[in-house]
């Protein structure tokens, strides 16, 4: 294109998109945009839930969960959060999951004298009931590394360290790919997840070994999807603002 037509082309709002390829239909950038399928919008205001999530726990609402035990949740609602009380029972989501986009945000109790370890602000998030990603105080509290904060309990030490300390909220964003299984029983595919701990990445799409054990080494028994289950560890621990996104 010469000078003045290419002057007039740029007057005109046509770009000229050939000019520097002498005319070679090949080198056309739009032969590589590609236009749909087109995502779906999703809003997502600051602080909240996005727009196409699940809102499992929004401060005050516990109709969709139930105790471990069926029955009425037995921890406390107060300022926002929920709170467990020791010695009662984990709660679970009424609604089954595979799956997931999940966060959650947790919280700690300040007094630590005379709790240390596993001891110390323990509770965890079990995806599909019996994979646990732990909830621990990890400030400034040793413990074993593959069952502090942010691990998959006993099977995976987090990345990093990124606890805040007691009494401050924390969050997990949590990436989760549930383990297929053949007709037969088998396992086809396992757990994986990703975890981001206060936006830092502790966990890169590990692998899991199957459900979690105390004792043992972890192996695989098939299921369907499954509740998201909150642990009762004997520690005064508070969850708030918890949604999921089904994958
Ligand atoms: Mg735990």
């Known amino acids: 294109m010469n000078r003045p037509l290419l002057t007039v082309a740029c007057l005109l709002g046509i770009a000229p998109v050939f000019a520097q390829d002498g005319g070679d239909p090949a080198r056309d950038p739009a032969k590589t945009e590609v236009w749909t399928p087109v995502p779906a919008v999703v809003a997502t205001p600051p602080g909240r839930a996005p727009s196409d999530a699940i809102v499992l726990f929004d401060g005050k609402d516990l109709s969709r969960w139930e105790s471990e035990q069926g029955g009425p949740v037995p921890w406390t609602v107060a300022d926002g959060a929920l709170t467990v009380v020791p010695g009662s029972k984990g709660i679970r989501t009424r609604q089954h999951f595979c799956d997931v986009q999940l966060h959650v945000e947790w919280r700690t109790p300040t007094a630590t004298t005379g709790f240390d370890g596993q001891h110390r602000g323990n509770s965890g998030i079990f995806l599909q009931e019996v994979y646990e990603l732990q909830v621990l105080d990890s400030y400034n509290n040793?413990?074993?590394?593959?069952?502090?904060?942010?691990?998959?309990?006993?099977?995976?030490?987090?990345?990093?360290?990124?606890?805040?300390?007691?009494?401050?909220?924390?969050?997990?964003?949590?990436?989760?790919?549930?383990?297929?299984?053949?007709?037969?029983?088998?396992?086809?595919?396992?757990?994986?997840?990703?975890?981001?701990?206060?936006?830092?990445?502790?966990?890169?799409?590990?692998?899991?070994?199957?459900?979690t054990e105390y004792i043992g080494a972890p192996s695989y028994a098939p299921h369907a999807c499954a509740p998201l289950y909150l642990q009762e560890h004997d520690a005064r621990v508070s969850y708030r603002n918890i949604w999921v996104r089904e994958l």
């Open 142 to 211: 040793p413990t074993y590394a593959n069952g502090q904060a942010g691990s998959m309990y006993k099977q995976a030490i987090p990345l990093v360290n990124a606890s805040r300390a007691p009494g401050e909220w924390q969050a997990y964003d949590i990436i989760w790919k549930a383990p297929r299984f053949s007709a037969g029983g088998g396992l086809t595919s396992p757990a994986r997840i990703t975890v981001l701990h206060n936006g830092v990445l502790v966990q890169d799409d590990t692998v899991l070994a199957g459900k």
